[in-house]
């Protein structure tokens, strides 16, 4: 009888410990009070997006989050788990930490997102340094022409010896030219010339009759301006090579975007099933733990009753065999725990050295709560937020972008050209302006030009090539939609059948529990054997092992699921970097 009531009481410990460890709430299931625009806002903040409001406070007599990081040194635990209660033990320091706190964490710390961050910052440099092909060109230059002519040789008609002579010329000139985004190109320059040449003049002749010369100098100011514009009427018309970079830059700018989406999906899914993964494991440890404890007991009350004679040495060696059986399992799920804490850690923090003395203490419960599992609701939401089909689409619509200027590119080169111009001559350079500002010498030319390989053999070729991309990319885009369709279906089977098998396994649970108790009786009394109590006993802690894989199973799958609809960020009640964008 004795023996008895030493099972029941360690079996009803051992279950009300399993009752007690129920994991963590669903987003879907807030407790009444709970603030979630503050943490969108926080969550906003860690995206980079607008302004935020202030942090919530954990408790209401606490000091906010912001004033502890404020007073907290830098680099403290205090800032690296804002909003948290530390807790400093002997053994080191605990963090109480939800998983909405775990998720904000990992968004504001984790590696792969700070990486990722910076390429829609580089994609929009990209994409607005390409309408720097519109930048107008100021050019202007000047320049001093010096020539001096050896006096010699001589006039065969006179036989007199040629003097010297000097000319300096000054050019100076100015314009501005561009690119307009029809494929317009314009050129406007302005030019100034002073010609100044010191020439010999004879002024007379000496008494042998040769002639005596001085010098002359004269200057002449010539003066121009004009304005080119050339306009392709077929090449180059509609899209040329600059505005195919700008339109290609900017769908990459987007694609950005959505792979900064589809990454902070990903790292939150981790998150969470990191999270539920943890908490699993230390109610198996706690299972495990409980394990070990009744089959120790049974094990002393077995070597108790060998002493006395009442049992056979072999049952007691049975009973210690299950017992280090148990104690192995203990061990394997302690360093599970261990491990699974670590991955969460390295999850929501970029520091991991200063958490390796830190236990997190895991606040949300393991519940199994049902979701809206209507499969084609969950496939046209797939269709429309899946971060990756969106990218896999802007890509398509960058190969149409090429396909066209490839196709644009098969037209002959048709340019019309206008060129409007004044000169100007005279000895002064007013006057030579002057005669620009009347226009009484113009210089005007129009035309246009004409230009075709013969062959276009390049040209057709590249445009095959974009064809047949654009089959290629169509063709991909189908095969993510039907993987993505598929992907969808099968999460939802898998949670309809996990969903099915919980309730089983708790009623499992509690049948073993009332086998093994019915059993106990039957060994006190002597109708059972020891053999039969232990296998029972390992039975009842399967069935609960089971029970909260299962239930791990479940929320871990319900995230899946939220990642495959392309529904993460939006559970979370998070706004999404690359909408609008």
């Known amino acids: 009888m004795r023996l008895s009531k030493t099972f029941c009481a360690y079996l009803a410990s051992f279950a009300l410990a399993g009752l007690l460890q129920l994991p963590a709430q669903t987003p879907s299931a807030q407790p009444p009070g709970s603030k979630p625009d503050a943490a969108r806002d926080d969550l906003r903040k860690a995206l980079g997006t607008e302004a ?19 007073a907290a040194p830098q680099g403290s635990l205090e800032q690296m788990y804002p909003g948290s209660n530390l807790l400093h033990t002997a053994t080191g320091t605990v963090v109480r930490l939800s998983l909405e706190q775990a998720i904000l964490l990992a968004l504001e710390h984790n590696l792969d997102l700070q990486v990722q961050r910076y390429n829609p910052i580089i994609a929009e440099f990209d994409w607005r340094a390409q309408y720097g092909a519109y930048d107008p060109i100021l050019s202007g230059g000047y320049e001093e022409r010096i020539t001096k002519t050896e006096g010699g040789g001589f006039n065969q008609n ?39 040449a010191t020439s010999p003049v004879q002024i007379g002749t000496n ?17 121009g301006v004009q304005l080119t514009l050339t306009q392709p009427l077929l090449k180059d018309f509609w899209i040329d090579s600059p505005r195919l ?19 902070a999906m990903d790292v939150i899914t981790r998150v969470e099933k990191a999270y539920y993964s943890l908490i699993a494991s230390r ?50 799920v302690r360093q599970n725990e261990v491990d699974a804490e670590m991955t969460l850690k390295g999850l929501i923090q970029d ?39 969106q990218v896999e689409r802007l890509n398509l619509e960058k190969q149409q972008i090429q396909l066209k200027f490839d196709f644009n590119q098969l037209f002959p080169s048709l340019d019309l050209f206008a060129t409007w111009g004044a000169n100007g001559l005279d000895r002064h350079l007013g006057n030579a302006l002057d005669d620009l500002s009347t226009r009484r010498f113009p210089q005007d030319v129009y035309g246009f030009r004409f230009s075709i390989p013969l062959t276009l053999k390049k040209e057709r070729m590249n445009y095959d090539a974009s064809q047949a991309r654009k089959a290629q990319k169509i063709l991909q885009l189908l095969k993510l939609q039907e993987s993505i369709v598929q992907d969808v279906e099968f999460q939802i089977r898998l949670l309809r059948t996990t969903w099915t098998t919980i309730p089983l396994l708790r009623e499992q649970t509690t049948y073993q529990q009332a086998a093994l108790e019915a059993e106990q009786k039957k060994l006190a009394e002597g109708k059972s054997t020891s053999f039969e109590v232990l296998k029972i006993a390992s039975q009842v802690t399967k069935a609960q092992s089971d029970e909260i894989s299962t239930l791990r199973n479940y929320n871990q799958a319900v995230s899946e699921l939220n990642f495959r609809k392309g529904t993460t960020l939006e559970r979370w009640h998070i706004d999404s970097p690359a909408r609008g964008k």
């Not at 008494?207 to 003066?223: C, E, H, K, L, N």
């Not at 950005?256 to 589809?262: A, F, N, P």
Request: proline share 4%.
């Open 351 to 389: 520091n991991y050295i200063r958490q390796l003395t830190l236990r997190l203490d895991l606040t949300d419960r393991l519940l199994a709560l049902p979701s809206q599992l209507e499969t084609f609701d969950a496939f046209k939401e797939a269709m429309e937020k899946r971060p990756d089909l």
């Open 283 to 332: 109610e198996l440890v706690r299972v495990g733990e409980s394990d070990v404890a009744v089959k120790k007991q049974f094990f002393d009350e077995q070597q108790q009753r060998v002493r006395v004679g009442t049992l056979a040495p072999l049952d007691a060696k049975l009973a210690q065999a299950e017992l280090s059986l148990a104690e192995i399992n203990l061990i394997t």
């Open 52 to 70: 935020t409001a202030p942090a919530r406070a954990e408790q209401s007599s606490a000091p906010s989050a912001s004033a502890r990081a404020s």
């Open 245 to 263: 970079q700008m339109k290609l830059k900017n769908h990459d700018r987007r694609i950005t975007h959505y792979d900064l989406e589809r990454l």
């Open 158 to 196: 006179t036989g007199n010896a040629f003097p010297s002579s000097k000319s300096e010329v000054g050019a100076g000139a100015a314009g501005i030219s561009g690119y307009l985004p029809f494929g317009t190109t314009y050129d406007l320059n302005h030019g100034a010339n002073n010609v100044r």
């Open 207 to 223: 008494a042998t009759g040769d002639p005596i010369f001085g010098q002359a100098v004269r200057d002449t100011y010539s003066s």
